[in-house]
Each structure stands twice: as structure tokens, then as C-alpha cells.
């Protein structure tokens, strides 16, 4: 009897050099892949994402078998399927008798969670394998961390710059410095060139997945179509090929830059290829760098870039590795409100909150200082539950899975770590959104008001949130100055300020 291995693998592991895969024969080897509820429902997931997932899944599974695979497919509709993961894999097991179940680690602690029970429940061995595709390891980012009074990510991005080479001359970092970011900060300009990122027509694959989500996750949030995301390596590829040569000159000067109407700027819109396994992390890196070396794209981009993947990227992978299960619970600030409903619609006169919502509605994208600085920062300041805003982020962007959501949400833009992730809340008021975007000269709000009816809303919750959350921030060396500022304040004006926060807030619940 031939010994036969049942290979798993999850819809954000579609690479070709996968550890599952690499354990494996094709002509021996079964592969399962699976289109379960389960993972489409435990949050709400936008249309968008599932039907990017489901489609990338089944063109990768054609892949495989061109390739020489045998692919056990299982798509949601087919008779039987049991909606998860743990249930396809008794029944494929069941249908092929394997010997051994083979998969890489997911990146989700719940799914490690189920797979750590499936070898008992079935009496098969199942070997779970690292997930390589990661340049830092569990164990090496906890040695990294091991000892350290505080986590930095300057700190351990050096540590993966030496240790994959990029962006080095030496044990020097090319140019002298190691972070750029000074020449990063640009305010937008409505006459900037715009591109767009590379878009993509359905084909008939695509067109039947479209229409099954349609019919299925119909009362899921966003838009499903227009549908314009890659499905396929070859087309993630030529959406990185398009970003070296229409955005990325450009991509550090306006990294934090937000303009009306403009939903990429020049961003590389990468993340949901990257995360789902279609572009691998390190060779994007190389393309970039490449890019840099041939002269196509100045160092503060380059630079900026590859620390946005080696280091953020890795960072909070490691972080949510090392915290897990408990910094999902994780509320500094001890908030409790309800996420206000327009998340969920737009529908609201704050201009920079109504963009954003909207877009991410129609895109299942918003870029990073929308993420941190409008929703995050908003949502944080308004004391919203720390678990609803996570759920929230989880559900309506495509790149979302929960080991890279979960750190940015938790710790970079709720500080409800309390500080595991990031030295200070980003916090800001009105004058940065207006320094940063075009979003207030067209907003109902006043930006320059600071209380009062007209005022805009995000002034007066940031007094408010230092205020309410003193006994917890004053210590922190790096809001020394705000606190100056608050304590040197006429009582009447903080007053005026809690007052007007309040009204705002009481309006919202
Ligand atoms: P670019 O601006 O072009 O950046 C290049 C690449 O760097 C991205 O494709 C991404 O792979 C990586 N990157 C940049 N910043 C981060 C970061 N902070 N953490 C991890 N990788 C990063 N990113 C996700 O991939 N999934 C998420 O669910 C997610 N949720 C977020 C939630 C909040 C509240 C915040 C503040 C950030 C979140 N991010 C998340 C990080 C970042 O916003 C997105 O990676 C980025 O906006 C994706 O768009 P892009 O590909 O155009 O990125
Ligand atoms: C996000 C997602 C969705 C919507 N659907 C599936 C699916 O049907 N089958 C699958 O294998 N993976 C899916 N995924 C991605 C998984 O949620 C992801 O692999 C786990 O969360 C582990 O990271
Ligand atoms: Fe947002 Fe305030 Fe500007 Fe309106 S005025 S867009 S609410 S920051």
C-alpha cells in the first residue's frame, strides 16, 4: 500500500515553496484546500476579501495540478462540506486513508488552536511545520525580546537588516542611516501625478466566485464589485512590477499623506498579495532594493518600504506570537463604548471618518495613516471597546488576518497594550488630519474651532482623552509636553473642552 500524506494547505499559504508543500511528492501526496464558513463567518468578512481568498484558492489550485499535483478541492457549495477546517480534514481523511497530515502553522491562534487537537481526534499524525516564509522565526524573535525592559521596532528592523543584507553596505546601513523616515512626512499636494494601483479583469473563475459570494455573504459588509484585485501569482507579480515603476519614487515622500477622492496615492496596495502568499515577502524586498541600486527609486522610499515588511511586518507577527491569547483581551484604558454604527455605513458628517469608511467600503483597502490616524486614532480618543474596533479592522480589509490586524489594532492605534508594541497613543487632534489631508475644507466641522458646537470633534476628544486617561499616561516621559500644555491651561478651557467632548460623545451613543 502506497504511504500517502494528506497536505493542508490554508488560503493565505498559496506559495509554491510553502513548507506543507515542500515535505511532499506530487505524484504520491494528496493536497486538500477548502472553502469553509467558518472562516468567512467567525467575523463577518467584506465580499471583497472573500471572494479575492476563494478565487486566489482555486487559481492556485489549478496551478498545483498543472504542475503535477493532485488537488482535492473543496468549494463551498459541494455536498457534504462541513464548514471547517477540522471537519474537511476528518473527511479527506476518511477519503484518502493518508498516513500523515501535513500543514504549515497558520498564522491565526484559534485555527493553531483547532489543529492542535486534530491528531488526537483522528489517531493520525499530523505534523504541523514552521511557516518559513517569515524571515524571523518564534524562537529567535523571543530570544530577540528575551532580556529587553522594552520592545522597539527600530531596534529589531536592524537586527533583520543585518540578517537578510538589505539596504547594506557591510555591517552599515547604505547611506549612513537606518531610518529615513524625517524625509518622509510630506503634506499632499491636489496636483500630485496620481497613479493607480494595477487593476485586473474577472475571468470566468472569478465570475463564479463573485456570484457565489454574492448569493452567500449578501448580508456581509462592502461592495463586491467593482472586482479588480490579482487572483493569480502572475498577476500579483505584475501589480509589484506596476508599484516599482508608477508609485514607489514616490512612496516615502507621501507615506502619510491623505487626499479626497485619491484612495492609494502611491501605496502599493501589496499587503493582501503578500499576506495570502502570492508575492513573498523577501523577494518583494530584493525588487525593491534592485530598484534602488538601478537608480528607479530614491533611498528614503526603498528604505522606507523594506521597513514597513522586515520590520513592522515581521514585528507584529512576533508580538502577537508572543502575547497570544491573552493581548486579545488586552484593554489599557479599560473602554467600553460601542463602536459607533456608522463604521459599518459612512454615514457621518466628520469629512476625514466618511472618506475613509466609504472607501474602505468600496475598496476593502485604506491606507496605513487612515487605518492609524482617522478610524484608530477616532476610535481610541471616543473609548471605544478595544474588541469591537479589532473585530471591525478583521472583518473590511482584504489584507486582514488577525497575526497582523490584532498587534496593529491592539497595540499600534488603541495602545490598550499599554505600551508592549509602541511608546506612546497616537493620539492627535484636528491639525494633524488637516496638515496631512485635504479632508477639512470640506468638512461641516471647523478644524480651527477648538470647543463648541461647530468645532471639529477630533480637538476636543484629545484633551478630553489625556484628561480622562491621566493617572495612566502622565507618567510617559514622551507625553511630558502634552501634559505641560493641558496643566497649563485656564480651568475654564478645560472645562470647555470636557464639556464639549462629552455633548459630542453623548450625540454619538
Ligand atoms: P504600503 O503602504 O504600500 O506598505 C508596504 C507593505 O508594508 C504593505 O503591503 C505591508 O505588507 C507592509 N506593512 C506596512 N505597514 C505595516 C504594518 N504596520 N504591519 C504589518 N505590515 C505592514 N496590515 C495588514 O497587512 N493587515 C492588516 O490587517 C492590517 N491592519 C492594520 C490595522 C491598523 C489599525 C493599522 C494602523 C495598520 C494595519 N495594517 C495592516 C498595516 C498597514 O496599514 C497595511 O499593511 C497597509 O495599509 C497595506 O497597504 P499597502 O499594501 O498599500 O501598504
Ligand atoms: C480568510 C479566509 C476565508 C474568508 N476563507 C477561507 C477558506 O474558505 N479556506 C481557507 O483555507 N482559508 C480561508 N481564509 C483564510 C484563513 O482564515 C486563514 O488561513 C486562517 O485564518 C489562518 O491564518
Ligand atoms: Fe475630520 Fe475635523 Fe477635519 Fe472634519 S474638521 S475632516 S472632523 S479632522
Known amino acids: 500500500m502506497i504511504e500517502r500524506r494528506l497536505i493542508l494547505v490554508l488560503g493565505d499559504q498559496l506559495s509554491l515553496d510553502i513548507s506543507s508543500l515542500r515535505a511532499a511528492e506530487p505524484g504520491r501526496d494528496i493536497v486538500l484546500m477548502a472553502e469553509v464558513t467558518e472562516e468567512a463567518t467567525y467575523v463577518k468578512h467584506h465580499k471583497k476579501k472573500i471572494a479575492f481568498l476563494f478565487a486566489a484558492m482555486r487559481h492556485f489550485a489549478a496551478e498545483l495540478e498543472q504542475a503535477g499535483w493532485q488537488v482535492d478541492y473543496v468549494r463551498l457549495d459541494d455536498p457534504g462540506n462541513t464548514g471547517s477546517f477540522t471537519g474537511e480534514v476528518e473527511r479527506a481523511v476518511e477519503r484518502h486513508s493518508p498516513s500523515q497530515v501535513v500543514v504549515t502553522e497558520p498564522g491565526e491562534w484559534r485555527v493553531r488552536q483547532a489543529m492542535d487537537g486534530w491528531q488526537e481526534r483522528r489517531g493520525r499524525p499530523v505534523e504541523i511545520r514552521a511557516d518559513d516564509r517569515f524571515i524571523c522565526g518564534h524562537d529567535e524573535f523571543a530570544a530577540w525580546a528575551a532580556g529587553r525592559k522594552q520592545l522597539r521596532m527600530e531596534y529589531f528592523y536592524r537586527e533583520m537588516r543585518r540578517k537578510t543584507g538589505l539596504l547594506m553596505e557591510g555591517d552599515k546601513p547604505v547611506g549612513g542611516k537606518w531610518n529615513f523616515d524625517a524625509e518622509n512626512r510630506k503634506p499632499p499636494k491636489a496636483d500630485l501625478l496620481l497613479p493607480e494601483p494595477k487593476q485586473f479583469a474577472p475571468d470566468p473563475t472569478t465570475e463564479t466566485v463573485l456570484s457565489l459570494v454574492d448569493t452567500r455573504f449578501a448580508n456581509h459588509f462592502g461592495d463586491l464589485k467593482p472586482f479588480w484585485f490579482g487572483v493569480t501569482r502572475r498577476e500579483a507579480e505584475a501589480a509589484l512590477a506596476h508599484f516599482l515603476e508608477v508609485a514607489l519614487p514616490s512612496f516615502g515622500d507621501y507615506q502619510d499623506a491623505m487626499l479626497t477622492g485619491h484612495r492609494f496615492l502611491y501605496h502599493s496596495v501589496l499587503s493582501l498579495y503578500i499576506n495570502a502568499g502570492l508575492l513573498d515577502p523577501l523577494a518583494v524586498c530584493r525588487a525593491i532594493e534592485a530598484a534602488n541600486h538601478a537608480g528607479r527609486a530614491p ?5 522606507g518600504f523594506i521597513r514597513q515588511i522586515i520590520g513592522w511586518r515581521e514585528y507584529v507577527r512576533g508580538i502577537y506570537w508572543r502575547e497570544m491569547p491573552a493581548y486579545a483581551e488586552r484593554n489599557f484604558f479599560g473602554a467600553n ?20 469608511i466609504t472607501q474602505t467600503k468600496q475598496e476593502a483597502y485604506a491606507h496605513h495613516i487612515q487605518r492609524l490616524m482617522i478610524t484608530g486614532n477616532f476610535a481610541m480618543m471616543a473609548g471605544v471597546a478595544p474588541q469591537q474596533i479589532h473585530e471591525w479592522y478583521l472583518a473590511v480589509y482584504a489584507d486582514a488576518y488577525e497575526w497582523v490586524e490584532l498587534p496593529n489594532v491592539i497595540g499600534m492605534s488603541q495602545f490598550a497594550d499599554g505600551g508592549v508594541l509602541g511608546s506612546k497613543p497616537y493620539a492627535a487632534g484636528g491639525n494633524y488630519i488637516n496638515r496631512m489631508s485635504d479632508y477639512c475644507a470640506n468638512c461641516r466641522y471647523d478644524v480651527k474651532q477648538k470647543t463648541g458646537e461647530n468645532a471639529c470633534p477630533f480637538n476636543a476628544l484629545y484633551w478630553d482623552f489625556l484628561a480622562r486617561n491621566a493617572v495612566r499616561l502622565r507618567g510617559n516621559p514622551r507625553l511630558t509636553q502634552q501634559y505641560r500644555s493641558w496643566d497649563r491651561m485656564e480651568a475654564t478651557i478645560q472645562q470647555a473642552y470636557r464639556d464639549s467632548a462629552a455633548q459630542f460623545l453623548n450625540r454619538l451613543t
Open 299 to 303: 533611498l528614503n522610499a526603498a528604505e
Open 337 to 356: 463604548r460601542p463602536l459607533p454604527g456608522f463604521y459599518w455605513t459612512g454615514d457621518t458628517d466628520l469629512t476625514c471618518l466618511r472618506e475613509t
